[in-house]
């Protein structure tokens, strides 16, 4: 039943008023003037639906950046595309570089091995992942954020929706631009672009690359350096090739390098119900029970002798500088410091290596129609050393072995897109093969409390190899209907894949005892077939006004947790595999673009429901004496929301714009056994904050000729979230809400060509946090990591 509480009436009044405003002041004119215009803003144009369409008429519910939008308000990270695009969460796991995209309550739980809920493309290629190294934000033509599942059109099925990254393309005018900035914190950063017609119209190239180098926001008294440092710089070479009047070529090689380290993790909360004591463990001041906790945790190996507490003496004589109160009283020392101040005894390191190469082929075999062929390559390297208990007390941390993932995909689609039956059908039909590759070599080092050690070695190979056929077709009823701008949208695509995980020889499960080694099986596969499905039905009531209903069906494959040891079956079991989820939603939509009350306005407004079934999630507990993280699969959640966005014009000199987002996501039957244990209720739904939303105004002000000042304010803020399934065994396991203000202050000669700007983020400078890690069930403390403090800069532009 779809429940969400928006009164028919009340939206069908809204239509009605919508409908009764005309579409612009009426001219003279065939052509209305600049300032009738029916628009508040420029014309955007989106990819939605693998077609070119206005953003207005295209029924899907989509954010949309444009490249001077990400320019002006300075968008070069993943942080900054979330304030301006309310709705979307980046939240943070381990460190300020583990990052994941949460869209309608689809996200990625740290260490679950799932795939994402919301999927990064560049140039129409599907991407791994997000994080500090796998984006670039520069000299790009937009970002759009689809809300919502895309199983039909795009290269993988994701539940939550899709972030679009598209270079810009190079042009038939010679030109380009240079950028840098300086700011606190030692920012450094230059940007540059050069478009060169090297052949007419026949043969277009732009390159295009950036430097950006700037200290780390925290300082770490275990060692006096600085943590979050970023050194990093990006190369994009474009080519276009016409190759005839009908045939094309665009071909984008994109590489980033990434150095550094990352933003770490602190400790904010205790859970004394953890099934580690480590609350006590730490605690070696009390020397007594110290030895005793260690001989317990050995089977009395490590020799302790309760009357002269060796352990604990030798404990302390090897830590001098440690709190002997353990973490219990360490909380309390890294509150009052705040989370710019940490003590940090893991390595802190971060390096990305990353070459993504778009190849797109276009043929025209008709007036109307265009065969497609897309060949997508990437290679991502990333490797990050960190911290994860965010204390100095050898709790775990990777070592200097780190967490490394290398990944490779190729990919090669093959689409024909176009209009058939006299125009009425707009389709899209193609066939996509992907096969990809990811080793990952990760080290754990736990409980480092001699004689009590711990290393371990994950070592695994997953190898997914999937082919799909799909089709999408927009028919124009108005004719067989006698409805003017009425459309029907029917959609679907049968995805195959199969995975394979191998365990490679470095993984220390190979040392098990034989009688261990006998229940692992270190080479599994699975297949997986589904069909994905949309339905929808769109009315262009009026030149402004669009809306729109739609179904959607997609899913996430299911595969196997890295971070487990190789034991056959599904986590509630024991075993380190994981089921399909399948997510089906129901959504409206408005969207209109035109004048009420002579004022330019526009806005779009969406309301959903998801039903998941088999959710994948994690959850952190010990199998056997082995802490890990197992994923499982969540029998029923429900995602409801409303989505509103809009801008107005009231004068020519001023701009007025926000966004609200009502998430309401819970799950509804949600008792599951972890490992083979008692049944465990997964109580709070991560990633998702009830409400987030923003407002901005901005005033553009003529000084002299073509010589403009603009000043704008964006107010970004959003309630609390849970950052684990299981908060209610953890309670700490959350971030509280916040609210962000920023400024830009910019002089402007678009004649000349240059342009300076002067901008404060976090102009308060708000304490918050951007994600964690709940380990609070099994260690019996939970980790956050903090956001940006504020940071000024300046940007001077010179475009030619």
């Known amino acids: 039943m779809f429940k969400i509480r928006v009164g028919a009436a009340s939206l069908a009044s809204l239509i009605a008023m919508i409908q009764s405003v005309p579409a612009f002041a009426q001219s003279s004119s065939t052509t209305p003037p600049e300032a009738s215009k029916p628009v508040a803003q420029e014309e955007i144009i989106v990819t939605a639906q693998r077609r070119s369409e206005t953003l207005e008429r295209t029924p899907v519910a989509v954010s949309v950046l444009s490249g001077a939008l990400l320019q002006r308000q300075a968008i070069a990270t993943e942080a900054d595309l979330q304030v301006a695009t309310p709705g979307l969460t980046i939240r943070a796991g381990q460190n300020s570089n583990q990052l994941n995209y949460a869209l309608r309550g689809q996200s990625l739980d740290a260490f679950s091995d799932t795939r994402p809920g919301v999927l990064p493309y560049f140039n129409e290629i599907q991407l791994d992942g997000v994080g500090g190294g796998s984006s670039a934000f520069y000299d790009l033509q937009s970002v759009q954020v689809l809300k919502g599942p895309q199983g039909t059109l795009f290269g993988r099925n994701s539940t939550g929706g899709a972030v679009l990254f598209t270079s810009t393309k190079p042009t038939r005018k010679f030109g380009g631009y240079i950028s840098g900035r300086l700011g606190n914190y030692?920012?450094?950063?230059?940007?540059?672009?050069?478009?060169?017609?090297?052949?007419?119209?026949?043969?277009?190239?732009?390159?295009?690359?950036?430097?950006?180098?700037?200290?780390?926001?925290?300082?770490?008294?275990?060692?006096?350096?600085?943590?979050?440092?970023?050194?990093?710089?990006?190369?994009?070479?474009?080519?276009?090739?016409?190759?005839?009047?009908?045939?094309?070529?665009?071909?984008?090689?994109?590489?980033?390098?990434?150095?550094?380290?990352?933003?770490?993790?602190?400790?904010?909360?205790?859970?004394?119900?953890?099934?580690?004591?480590?609350?006590?463990?730490?605690?070696?001041?009390?020397?007594?029970?110290?030895?005793?906790?260690?001989?317990?945790?050995?089977?009395?190996?490590?020799?302790?002798?309760?009357?002269?507490?060796?352990?604990?003496?030798?404990?302390?004589?090897?830590?001098?500088?440690?709190?002997?109160?353990?973490?219990?009283?360490?909380?309390?020392?890294?509150?009052?410091?705040?989370?710019?101040?940490?003590?940090?005894?893991?390595?802190?390191?971060?390096?990305?290596?990353?070459?993504?190469?778009?190849?797109?082929?276009?043929?025209?075999?008709?007036?109307?129609?265009?065969?497609?062929?897309?060949?997508?390559?990437?290679?991502?390297?990333?490797?990050?050393?960190?911290?994860?208990?965010?204390?100095?007390?050898?709790?775990?941390?990777?070592?200097?072995?780190?967490?490394?993932?290398?990944?490779?995909?190729?990919?090669?689609?093959?689409?024909?897109?176009?209009?058939?039956?006299?125009?009425?059908?707009?389709?899209?039909?193609?066939?996509?093969?992907?096969?990809?590759?990811?080793?990952?070599?990760?080290?754990?080092?736990?409980?480092?409390?001699?004689?009590?050690?711990s290393t371990t070695v994950y070592n695994k190979l997953t190898t997914r190899g999937m082919y799909a056929g799909y089709g999408q077709g927009t028919y124009d009823l108005s004719e067989a209907i006698g409805v003017q701008g009425l459309g029907i949208t029917v959609g679907a695509r049968y995805t195959h894949e199969k995975i394979k995980f191998d365990v490679l020889p470095a993984d220390t499960a190979y040392l098990a005892p034989p009688a261990q080694l006998a229940t692992y099986d270190f080479h599994q596969q699975k297949s997986f077939g589904n069909v994905s499905w949309t339905l929808g039905l769109q009315e262009q009531v009026n030149p402004n006004l669009l809306i729109y209903v739609a179904s959607r069906r997609s899913y996430k494959n299911g595969g196997y947790n890295g971070i487990q040891n190789p034991v056959p079956g599904l986590g509630p079991t024991g075993g380190n595999g994981y089921g399909l989820e399948t997510l089906t939603d129901a959504e409206v939509g408005l969207k209109y673009r035109g004048r009420i009350g002579g004022i330019p306005t526009n806005f779009n407004i969406a309301v959903y429901q998801d039903w998941i079934k088999d959710g994948q999630r994690v959850a952190y507990t010990l199998l056997g004496s082995t802490p890990a993280a197992v994923t499982v699969n969540i029998p029923r959640s429900k995602v409801s929301g409303v989505e509103f966005d809009g801008s107005i014009r009231p004068a020519s000199w001023l701009t007025l714009g926000g966004a609200v987002n009502y998430t309401n996501a819970r799950f509804t039957d949600s008792l599951v056994s972890i490992g083979g244990g008692a049944p465990v209720l997964f109580g709070t739904y991560p990633d998702t904050p009830k409400w987030s939303g923003s407002v901005f105004g901005e005033v553009n002000v003529p000084i002299h000729n073509s010589i403009t000042a603009s000043l704008r304010s964006d107010v970004y803020s959003q309630s609390l979230f849970w950052f684990a399934s299981t908060g209610n065994r953890s309670p700490g396991a959350h971030v509280d809400g916040y609210t962000l203000v920023n400024f830009r202050l910019g002089v402007e000669d678009s004649a000349a060509g240059w342009a300076v700007s002067a901008h404060l983020k976090n102009a308060f400078n708000r304490v918050y946090y951007a994600g964690g890690i709940a380990t609070g069930e099994l260690f019996q403390f939970n980790t956050v990591v903090p956001g940006s403090p504020r940071t000024f800069f300046v940007d001077a532009r010179f475009k030619f």
Do not use: M, W
């Open 186 to 453: 030692k920012l450094r950063q230059v940007e540059g672009a050069l478009n060169l017609p090297v052949v007419s119209d026949t043969v277009l190239f732009r390159v295009a690359g950036f430097y950006e180098k700037r200290d780390g926001y925290q300082l770490n008294l275990f060692n006096n350096k600085r943590v979050g440092d970023v050194d990093r710089y990006g190369l994009r070479g474009s080519l276009h090739i016409g190759l005839s009047n009908s045939i094309s070529n665009d071909l984008v090689v994109d590489y980033l390098h990434s150095d550094g380290n990352s933003l770490g993790g602190l400790i904010n909360s205790l859970e004394p119900t953890g099934l580690v004591p480590l609350i006590a463990l730490t605690n070696f001041g009390n020397q007594a029970q110290y030895n005793f906790l260690i001989n317990a945790f050995t089977g009395g190996a490590a020799g302790c002798n309760a009357t002269t507490n060796n352990c604990a003496a030798a404990y302390a004589a090897a830590h001098p500088t440690l709190d002997p109160g353990g973490i219990a009283s360490y909380l309390a020392t890294q509150q009052a410091r705040g989370p710019y101040k940490i003590e940090s005894d893991g390595p802190s390191k971060y390096k990305g290596r990353n070459i993504i190469i778009s190849n797109i082929t276009s043929i025209d075999v008709g007036s109307d129609t265009k065969l497609r062929n897309i060949f997508g390559y990437t290679y991502l390297k990333n490797g990050i050393a960190g911290d994860i208990d965010g204390t100095p007390y050898g709790i775990d941390d990777n070592g200097n072995g780190g967490k490394n993932d290398n990944t490779r995909q190729y990919s090669e689609e093959l689409q024909l897109v176009g209009k058939a039956l006299g125009g009425r059908l707009n389709f899209v039909v193609g066939g996509f093969y992907s096969h990809e590759t990811n080793e990952n070599l990760t080290t754990s080092l736990l409980l480092q409390f001699p004689p009590l050690t």
